[in-house]
């Protein structure tokens, strides 16, 4: 016997899903980094809290596919696209393993460990496919604005968990 809650709840999870997707995936739009990093890192750690970790690791994943595909990231972003994927993984599972002892700690933590993971990635693999300036520039996009789209971020998300009261 087929349980209508339980089908109305999935619904409901697949729509919220299907948002934040439709929201990180269209971020690029946006056409500036600040912006587009900040609201996905907030989708990223709304989805975390919201749809589960497994989940949020799928948006950064799915999402990041559909843009460079789609035209919305730059063809030159290519080579970074597979350790961008990453590095929202290692902030989402981050967040989500330090989040139950303070939402800051996780977002902090991860935050760091994204920022880390692409400005140590991007000088070395960069500097393989891309030539010199255009590398430079892309690192630089890979730097401390990581750490600051990735905390902002947070922020954002923070503001919106409260008045959804999920946290």
């Known amino acids: ?14 729509i919220a ?3 934040m997707l439709g929201l990180a995936t269209a971020a ?12 996905v890192n907030a989708v990223l750690f709304i989805s975390a809290v919201t749809l589960g970790w497994k989940n949020a690791v799928a948006i950064g994943l799915i999402s990041s596919t559909i843009a ?29 393993a330090l989040r139950g002892k303070s939402f800051w700690l996780g977002a902090g933590v991860g935050a760091v460990l994204k920022f880390a993971f692409l400005w140590a990635t ?19 996009m890979m730097g401390l ?14 503001g919106a968990l409260r008045l959804g009261k999920k946290i």
Do not use: C, H, W
């Open 1 to 14: 016997m087929f349980n209508v809650q339980s089908i109305s709840l999935r619904k409901e999870l697949v």
């Open 145 to 158: 604005t990581q750490l600051f789209t990735a905390l902002m971020g947070a922020v954002i998300a923070y």
């Open 17 to 19: 899903f299907l948002v």
């Open 28 to 39: 690029p739009l946006l056409g500036n980094q600040y912006l587009t990093g900040s609201l």
């Open 122 to 140: 991007s000088s070395l693999i960069l500097n393989l496919f891309i030539e010199q300036n255009v590398a430079d520039k892309i690192a630089g």
């Open 68 to 96: 460079l595909a789609t035209g919305l990231l730059p063809i030159v972003m290519a080579p970074m696209v597979p350790f961008i994927m990453a590095a929202n993984a290692l902030l989402v599972t981050s967040f989500s």
